[in-house]
């Protein structure tokens, strides 16, 4: 039962049921609201201060949307079968997953809405940019050992932990984060029911924390998500996490934009709304789009495009990104900046280091006085930017994609040396090249096509060969830039020091024309 009421700016009224009004004020999550959704964005849009907390909720209220527009879509889907006499698919059935869960369903749709709530709870400081300094796997395999109520999940972190020595990224924090939220919100359950409805407690004591994390991370367990012996996981994953779009990239669309103050990310919600349908395929339920609603799909990831060219890949936010990367890249080499043995120290670091926090005080307290880094950190916190002294653009075909990326992972290795010449004439550059992959996780979606053949439907999985229009967005987008530190201080020094760094990436610069 939804008993709460949040006003979003994008969706509207967002209902909340008393647990998720519980989770929502626990630590691990509470934490997300002094974090920002793009990092540095503000810096180019001054509006751009939405946090991960609206964001998790707007992600919540769609991926209920969807479950909800998809089993109504197939009521109606159904009807007009029955009116005009229509024959039944052969290789497969639209289906009703509401019908298919039963009395089961109120547990089901609590447990989606808490995967989609909680989908981004394991991110840090500065979002995506802390998967690069947080905990290794061998020290979060230490924290799991601390506690008997997380060790019994060690094998379900080896499902998704492949290298210890390598950073475990924010998907995998989350996973922890919500195993302690979910036991925890038992444990109030149990010790004080009065907390909730007795409806809700039952609820509550069926919630199955690797069934939620198994909608956002299927990996994590090999058992399927099922009931009756049909297996839903696909469709629940898909819900949240799929291309060409889920709740998740449907939210951060709608909102990047509306607080950025940029139209590239609008899309039609209504009509994509109207475009899922469950599908049966043997003992598998995943999600389907009509072909009726491609056109909103192209649309879709035509705004996300869009939206990466001129927000997130805008030269400015790039700078602050690149400087970042500077100051931390000891840390990334060494230990994580995370000092935490057990899982209490560990999510009170989450809770403490807000993204200003993390910058201004932990930071700051890794970097040794006097050093370039702890230089270049006062430089980023008073907004000295790294200038940009060249850029292009790569956009890279399907035809010529296998000899172009040849030469990109060539060239990287030359502009590493130019870096190096430069630094031994004190000059400090850094060098961008961020690509935007159109058809990024293309192979790990679930979602199928229903293709209308005369009186009837077949299905397809090859998203990008299905018309003419999606083969088209089937590139890679490169923006490649040079950036000087400002080590000048006036248009005549910035002059020189910017002829020295292309005569210097002659030879680079020559090569990219030619991938052009």
Not at 73 to 100: H, M, Q, R, T
Request: aromatic share 12%; net charge positive; hydrophobic share 35%.
């Amino acid at each position: 039962m939804h008993t709460g009421n949040i006003l979003d700016p994008i969706h509207g009224l967002i209902k909340l049921s008393e647990i998720e009004k519980w989770v929502i004020s626990q630590k691990p999550f509470n934490r997300l609201k002094r974090i920002k959704q793009n990092t540095f964005l503000y810096l180019v849009f001054p509006s751009s201060n939405h946090t991960r907390f609206e964001h998790s909720i707007g992600v919540m209220h769609l991926a209920y949307q969807i479950y909800i527009n998809s089993n109504n879509n197939y009521l109606a889907g159904n009807y007009k079968k029955k009116k005009y006499k229509s024959d039944s698919p052969k290789d497969f059935e639209f289906c009703s997953v509401k019908d298919i869960l039963g009395e089961k369903e109120d547990i089901f749709i609590q447990e989606l809405r808490l995967a989609a709530l909680l989908h981004d709870v394991g991110h840090g400081p500065m979002a995506h940019k802390f998967d690069q300094y947080t905990l290794t796997g061998k020290e979060l395999f230490e924290i799991l050992k601390s506690e008997e109520d997380l060790n019994k999940y060690d094998e379900n972190f080896k499902n998704i932990i492949k290298n210890e020595k390598k950073r475990v990224n924010h998907e995998t924090i989350s996973c922890l984060f919500i195993i302690k939220i979910i036991e925890n919100l038992k444990n109030v359950s149990l010790k004080n029911s009065i907390k909730f409805s007795e409806e809700e407690n039952l609820i509550i004591k069926q919630l199955d924390p690797i069934r939620i994390i198994k909608m956002i991370e299927p990996k994590f367990s090999d058992v399927k998500i099922e009931v009756n012996s049909i297996d839903m996981t696909d469709y629940f994953n898909s819900i949240i996490s799929s291309f060409p779009l889920d709740a998740d990239r449907m939210d951060y669309l709608y909102r990047d934009s509306y607080f950025s103050g940029v139209k590239y990310g609008i899309y039609d919600l209504s009509r994509l709304l109207m475009s899922f349908v469950p599908i049966k395929i043997k003992n598998k339920i995943t999600l389907c789009i009509k072909e009726s609603g491609i056109d909103s799909v192209i649309r879709f990831i035509q705004s996300r495009t869009h939206l990466y060219n001129q927000v997130y890949f805008h030269k400015t936010n790039r700078a602050a990104n690149l400087m970042l990367d500077f100051i931390c890249k000891d840390i990334v080499s060494g230990k994580s900046v995370i000092d935490a043995k057990t899982y209490l120290e560990l999510e009170n670091f989450y809770w403490e280091n807000s993204d200003e926090i993390f910058l201004w005080n932990t930071l700051k307290n890794k970097l040794v006085t006097g050093t370039e880094k702890l230089n270049v950190l006062n430089e980023l916190l008073e907004r000295k930017l790294w200038k940009r002294v060249y850029q292009t653009k790569i956009v890279i075909t399907p035809t010529d994609k296998i000899e172009n990326l040849k030469n990109l992972k060539e060239i990287k290795q030359q502009i590493s040396d130019s870096i190096s010449k430069l630094k031994d004439k004190n000059i400090y550059v850094a060098v961008d090249n961020f690509p935007n992959k159109v058809f990024k996780d293309e192979d790990k979606s679930k979602i199928k096509i229903a293709k209308k053949t005369d009186n009837n439907y077949i299905i397809e999985e090859d998203w990008k060969n299905f018309n003419k229009e999606l083969k088209i967005l089937e590139c890679e987008i490169h923006m490649f830039r040079i950036y000087l530190r400002r080590q000048f201080n006036t248009p005549e020094e910035f002059t020189d020091y910017k002829n020295q760094i292309l005569i210097e990436f002659a030879p680079i610069i020559q090569k990219l024309n030619e991938i052009k």
